[in-house]
């Protein structure tokens, strides 16, 4: 980090590794009483302005930042693909009036029940990259989604960086990217269709319609792409529906996905991590199409559907109430089996613990700033923060607490193993600590002259709070 070419490089380093080590602090400015930082609280503003001084150079430091990421990763998995996990999380908000741009966002997590699952604030979009140890989930890139786009836009924005950036190999390396089903719809998939080597493994809602490729020429027209009509369901249904000018009901036979014989099929047992024994079906179907919609055209862009039950190998009950499906796109998407399109979605949810750490231990929610610049360049801080607990994590000896020394053989860390991010975090400070100091303090110099006896700050302006809409007269006013 003291080799990226930003000022305050070493200012930033402190920050970093204070964060990365200092279970102590509650807050960005407590980061200053770590032992490892070597500078006073003020530098923890500085360093972050000086981040986000200069707009146009920020672009060139993502790619810097990306680069000295990469450079550290280790993959256990095949070296043929890259494995990434998309997913966008609420950066709470509410007391922050002179922040631009603030949202109503959605939180999951209610306190208090009966309250609405909303908040004031951000989303922001993450990409990880997962290299296959101890759920290891690393940001690659993390953006803050703006007011005038949606998440599947911010998380295209952010691909076509990735795969942009000359050093990262994206393009000679197969890309499989795991998605929720947020982005399992043609606003996404189409124009993620453009990579060749992208591979999207997302999942799909419940009762979704799909149809069957059938291509016909003898049409009298353009040749016929589609053809029978099915609904993501376990079995056949009818369902009602009102007319929306009438009022009156009709219904709708909805034809289950599972009356197409599937092209292929897969049955084996597998255990969780606490020993239960399941039995997992899965079924394939090939060449499935979606339609059109808002102009995102997927007549040229047939997918791979995969449906998942799970079952308890012993009482033969299902585990889940539906059944899970999944699609396969991509121009390589005949390169995953029905096993890997299963598995890979699976470990997506390693991103899952990594954005709960991120909130709970490097304080993703907690730092106060007017600016948004600043708010951005903290998120950069906190993806270093990541990245230098994951190269310290085979080289950190994990030191227990009491209370903690006495865990079952299953889940005590073996001499050598690379150790998790919750495990490395608890240990690290004390190998920062055999660190020479000397490179991370800061140069000797004359006090600056401060500010000026009886100067004040003027009032912060306040912003209000912003619905997100495709009115253009909105948008408008707050330019």
């Not at 070419?5 to 400015?29: D, G, H, Q, W």
């Not at 949202?103 to 990409?127: D, H, M, W």
């Not at 791979?304 to 390589?332: C, P, W, Y």
């Not at 994590?393 to 865990?407: G, H, M, N």
Request: charged share 25%; glycine share 4%.
């Amino acid at each position: 980090m003291l080799k990226l070419e930003i000022p305050c490089a070493k200012a930033t380093t402190n920050l970093v590794m204070a964060l990365a080590s200092y279970p102590e602090a509650r807050t960005p400015v407590e980061l200053s009483l770590s032992p490892v930082f070597h500078y006073q609280y003020s530098s923890i503003h500085k360093a972050l302005h000086y981040l986000a001084a200069d707009s146009q150079k920020r672009s060139m430091l993502q790619k810097d930042i990306q680069e000295l990421c990469m450079s550290y990763f280790q993959s256990a998995a095949s070296p043929a693909y890259y494995l990434l996990a998309t997913d966008t999380t609420p950066q709470c908000k509410p007391h922050s009036p002179s922040l631009k741009e603030r949202t109503y966002i959605a939180t999951p997590n209610n306190v208090i029940a009966g309250n609405k699952p909303l908040n004031i604030g951000y989303e922001t979009s993450f990409i990880n990259i997962s290299d296959g140890n101890k759920a290891w989930s690393l940001p690659l890139s993390i953006r803050r989604v703006a007011f005038t786009q949606t998440a599947s836009e911010c998380a295209l924005q952010q691909l076509e960086e990735l795969f942009e950036h000359p050093t990262l190999g994206f393009k000679e390396h197969l890309v499989v990217n795991t998605l929720d089903s947020k982005y399992g719809n043609p606003h996404y998939l189409a124009p993620a269709h453009q990579h060749d080597q992208l591979v999207n493994v997302v999942r799909l809602r419940s009762g979704m319609k799909v149809w069957k490729q059938n291509i016909r020429t003898d049409t009298g027209g353009a040749p016929g792409i589609y053809g029978e009509k099915y609904y993501l369901h376990a079995e056949s249904q009818y369902k009602s529906y009102k007319h929306p000018k009438t009022k009156e009901s009709y219904q709708v036979f909805q034809q289950s996905i599972f009356e197409l014989p599937a092209d292929e099929t897969l049955r084996f047992c597998t255990q969780t991590s606490k020993g239960r024994k399941l039995l997992v079906e899965l079924w394939r179907w090939n060449n499935l199409m979606f339609r059109t919609k808002n102009g995102h055209n997927m007549k040229d862009k047939p997918f791979d559907l995969i449906a998942v039950n799970v079952f308890d190998a012993q009482s033969g009950k299902r585990i889940f109430d539906r059944e899970m499906f999944i699609a396969i796109t991509g121009k390589h998407k005949d390169t995953l089996s029905i096993y890997q399109g299963y598995e890979f979605y699976r470990r997506r949810y390693d991103i899952e613990p990594y954005l709960r750490f991120a909130k709970q231990r490097l304080m993703f929610n907690n730092y106060q700033t007017p600016d948004t610049e600043h708010l951005d360049s903290w998120l950069w801080v906190i993806q270093l923060a990541s990245w230098l607990l994951y190269t310290a994590s085979e080289e950190t000896r994990y030191q227990p607490r009491k209370w903690e020394q006495y865990l079952p053989k299953n889940k005590q860390v073996k001499l050598g193993e690379r150790l998790s991010i919750s495990q490395t975090r608890k240990s690290i400070q004390n190998l920062f600590l055999t660190f020479d100091p000397e490179p991370f303090k800061p140069i000797k110099c004359k006090k600056g002259k401060g500010r000026k006896f009886g100067q004040r700050f003027q009032p912060r302006k306040r912003y209000p709070v912003l619905k997100k809409t495709k009115s253009k007269h909105q948008i408008e006013k707050i330019e």
